[in-house]
């Protein structure tokens, strides 16, 4: 099981719908199951890491590590994983075409004339979906500095990994969370380049990269993501 698990898109146009077609809500990935279909990745990681075998699982057995990796994963999607995503949109819908490049990929051409077409009304919906209003971007920043501080604490004595002695799930869920912010190479879709990004973005970037938890969640995308065939 590796990093692909926890990659995310949160969902502000056409593909809410096969979303929820699917039977989930309006984010992706849904995983449908035979019991039905699961809509939100901390349960779909679970689900699957019922089924793998004991020795390559992302959460630990005993009670009490589990409510710690537990713990660790809540916090990370309910605090840096939307303020991370937020603060990143705030700064990426100043360069539209930026967006709609990287956000088009792969799409059908009439999926993208109409995003492009509908550019402001996309705007509109991101900014009332996501609750972006004046100033929210320094709340977010100064969040994001906040958990990733806390996630070097745990590291200043020198761990590997977040919990335990190898890759678990509080690792993957904090990459997977500051992958808007530290923006990795090896993700499960094209990512705009530093020198594409306008200053500030691209600071935000490498001052991200630089952090040591910021050095963590690229080492695990490093390591553990896996890389599609050539």
């Given at each position: 099981m590796n990093?692909?698990?926890?990659?995310?898109?949160?969902?502000q146009g056409i593909h809410i719908f096969a979303a929820r077609l699917a039977g989930g809500g309006s984010t992706v990935p849904?995983?449908?199951?035979?019991e039905g279909a699961i809509?939100?990745?901390?349960e779909i990681l679970s689900?699957?890491?019922?089924?793998?075998?004991?020795?390559?699982?992302?959460?630990?057995?005993?009670?009490?590590?589990?409510?710690?990796?537990?713990?660790?994963?809540r916090r990370f999607d309910e605090e840096l994983g939307p303020k991370g995503r937020r603060l990143l949109y705030v700064h990426m819908l100043e360069q539209p075409e930026l967006v709609l490049r990287f956000n088009n990929e792969g799409v059908p051409?009439?999926?993208?004339?109409?995003?492009?077409?509908?550019?402001?009304?996309?705007?509109?919906?991101?900014?009332?979906?996501?609750?972006?209003?004046?100033g929210v971007e320094l709340d977010d920043e100064a969040a994001v500095w906040r958990e990733f501080d806390f996630v070097a604490n745990l590291l200043a004595d020198g761990r590997r990994y977040l919990c335990g002695e190898r890759f678990g799930a509080a690792d993957l869920?904090?990459?997977c969370m500051s992958a808007?912010?530290?923006?990795?190479?090896?993700?499960?879709?094209?990512?705009?380049?530093?020198?594409?990004?306008?200053?500030?973005?691209?600071?935000l970037v490498e001052r991200a990269r630089e952090h040591p938890a910021g050095r963590?969640?690229?080492?695990?995308?490093?390591e553990h993501r896996s890389r599609p065939a050539p």
């Open positions: 990093l692909s698990y926890r990659e995310e898109r949160h969902v849904v995983l449908v199951t035979p809509g939100e990745s901390r689900w699957v890491d019922e089924r793998t075998p004991p020795e390559r699982r992302l959460f630990p057995g005993e009670s009490g590590a589990l409510q710690e990796v537990a713990g660790l994963c051409p009439w999926e993208e004339r109409t995003l492009r077409y509908a550019w402001p009304l996309f705007v509109g919906v991101v900014h009332r979906k996501l609750g972006i209003r004046p869920t904090f990459a808007s912010v530290i923006v990795p190479g090896v993700y499960g879709t094209p990512l705009p380049k530093l020198e594409e990004m306008k200053p500030a973005l691209a600071n963590h969640a690229v080492r695990m995308f490093s």
